[in-house]
Antibody
């Protein structure tokens, strides 16, 4: 079974750093791009960016470029989403999703990681 | 990249058909046959319902169908059932090699 399993919920203070993870299983991790998607409380889905785990090539939504970093460690089939200095406005649910072989649709999705940033 | 435009809410009675629209531009929806649709129940991760405009993944009911005309894609749910009550999002690949989601539509089964 193809599966993406994300790390657990996080509670952080403004200014702190954070890295959340997404571990793929049941398929060749380096053969499919991984995307990250944000969902702020009560709001819609926002595409943040994607990574090719085979060579760690990334591209980002202009809205998120420079604010987050997407990386991957293919040796452990894991993708990451990282912040160097969190803000309260980063409070959201974050999903990872595998892109199709044609790299245009998302399936499956991880279960989500809730990030809460509060002083 | 602006979000694709969807109606905020659509409702219907059990057994009826409803259609959700998703309007973009020639740089996304209109430029590619790469529109996909996702269903999200409260507190759950999104689930792929339609890919490449009109294709259904294995396991998705044939009551769900997709189409596209110009810069607008549509998702139709026929024979509406209580379990279809959820939020629905469209998504498209874009000319910038990025992806964009729709604003989301809440489907209510009356």
């Amino acid at each position: 079974e193809v599966q993406l399993v994300q790390s657990g919920a996080e509670v952080k203070k403004p200014g702190e750093s954070l890295r959340i993870s997404c571990k793929g299983s049941g398929y060749s991790f380096t053969s499919y791009w991984i995307s990250w998607v944000r969902q702020m409380p009560g709001k819609g889905l926002e595409w943040m960016g994607r990574i090719d785990p085979s060579d760690s090539y990334t591209n980002y939504s202009p809205s998120f470029q420079g604010h987050v970093t997407i990386s991957a460690d293919k040796s452990i089939s894991t993708a990451y989403l990282q912040w160097s200095s969190l803000k309260a406005s980063d409070t959201a649910m974050y999903y990872c999703a595998r892109l199709s072989s044609s790299s245009v649709w998302f399936d499956p999705w991880g279960q989500g990681t809730l990030v809460t940033v509060s002083s | 990249q602006s979000a694709l435009t969807q109606p905020a809410s659509v409702s219907g009675s059990p057994g009826q058909s409803i259609t959700i629209s998703c309007t973009g531009t020639s740089s996304d929806v209109g430029g590619y046959n790469y529109v996909s649709w996702y269903q999200q129940h409260p507190g759950k991760a999104p689930k792929l319902m339609i890919y490449d405009v009109s294709n259904r993944p294995s396991g998705v009911s044939n009551r769900f169908s997709g189409s596209k005309s110009g810069n607008t894609a549509s998702l139709t749910i026929s024979g509406l059932q209580a379990e279809d009550e959820a939020d629905y999002y469209c998504s498209s690949y874009t000319s910038s090699s990025t992806h964009v989601f729709g604003t989301g539509t809440k489907v209510t089964v009356l």
